[in-house]
């Protein structure tokens, strides 16, 4: 137990070691005296350990206080709000908001989700992972339809480095 290997005494704390063999690893050496170094402020008490849940209020482990913690930094970094064109179906914006949210089941999505799949490259060009990122922005097949899609419209050529860049380009 730790508590067998730590000493308290009036003047600090001491270490007792038992190892089963000599130590004469220079790696270990030093991994050892960096354990010391940490070692060197712990108190141990009487009381039974227990496992606690630092991120949350209480200290107890809740898959809320889990969630409210994954989710902290990722509202507020997605601030982006996507214009809503009237002119086009619903589901051209919605594809284009999920796009954005990165919520495509590219390959790689798919794969997050533990489904099976043979590879995860982009079937398109085949030289690189299938990502949202990816499809729409990176591929040369996608490039080209942008480039296509920019001589027909009479427009400059399209040049996005991101999804939002993409949907942002007709404000430019
Ligand atoms: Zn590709």
Redesign the pocket.
Known sequence: MVADRILTLDDGTDLKWDWRSPMTNVEAINSLQQLTLLLDNVQTSERAGIWEWVSGSTGEFTVKAVKRLLYSDYEAVNSFIMDWCHWIPAKCNIHAWRMEIDKIPTEEALRKRNIQLEDS????????D?TTE??FI?????STVWNGVSLWCKIPNIFAFSIKDLLECHTV
Do not use: A, K, T, V
């Open positions: 490259l982009c079937p398109l060009c085949r030289s690189d299938e990816h499809l990176s591929c040369f097949i996608s």
